[in-house]
């Protein structure tokens, strides 16, 4: 059981070196994470553009559906 264990956590690592982390091992500070930065500032623009596109047409069909049904 033991030996599974480890062979699990070996592979594992072994695997994890191979993937394409968001950041520059080469740079210090802040500066090593500027594509992780740039990737999060992306999806924060994207998710409020896309959060008020959809209130706004909410907002909309709300609007419509009530002026339907309110006329008799």
């Known amino acids: 059981m033991i030996t599974k ?3 699990f956590f070996s592979e ?3 695997e ?3 993937c394409s982390w968001p950041w520059d091992p ?3 500070g ?3 994470y500027k594509e992780l ?3 999060t500032v992306v999806v924060v623009i994207s998710m409020v ?3 008020g596109f959809v209130s706004f047409f ?3 069909l709300v609007n419509v559906v009530h002026f339907f049904t309110r006329l008799h």
């Open 30 to 32: 802040f500066r090593k």
């Open 58 to 60: 909410d907002f909309v």
């Open 16 to 18: 994890l070196q191979k």
């Open 49 to 51: 553009l896309l959060g």
């Open 37 to 39: 930065s740039d990737s």
């Open 12 to 14: 594992v690592k072994v």
């Open 5 to 7: 264990i480890k062979t």
């Open 26 to 28: 080469k740079e210090r």
